[in-house]
């Protein structure tokens, strides 16, 4: 059985195979297993907070940017909490964020979201 962070990565994969455009950078793509240990915790971090937020119920109603601008604010949090001093890229607000990465943000919610079904 998979762990919520590579629910995560694998929707992150997945989006990212989708909505990106031309060849993404290998580190778009790494698998799981390679994927560095401080990535892995916040996949399973933000997973386990898109899983609570949905659990309480009322998600339902949530158009499909908010449930991306959940996932990217979730995922702020955790480069914050692990990385000392970020790239701006890394914790760009959602209008800042290019159109594939919010499309993908939204992916992993609805992933998420069919996971616990």
Known sequence: ????????????????????????????????????????????????????LIRQGGTDKLSREQKGRFVALCWIAQIYRRIPDPKPAYVADWELLPEWQQETDADIFEHVASSMA
Request: proline share 10%; glycine share 10%.
């Open 1 to 52: 059985m998979m762990t919520g962070g590579e629910i995560f990565r694998e929707a992150w994969i997945a989006g990212v195979r989708k909505h990106f455009p031309g060849e993404p950078k290998p580190s778009y793509v790494t698998p799981w297993d390679d994927t560095p240990a401080w990535e892995q915790a916040s996949a399973g971090a933000v997973y386990e907070q898109v899983a609570l």
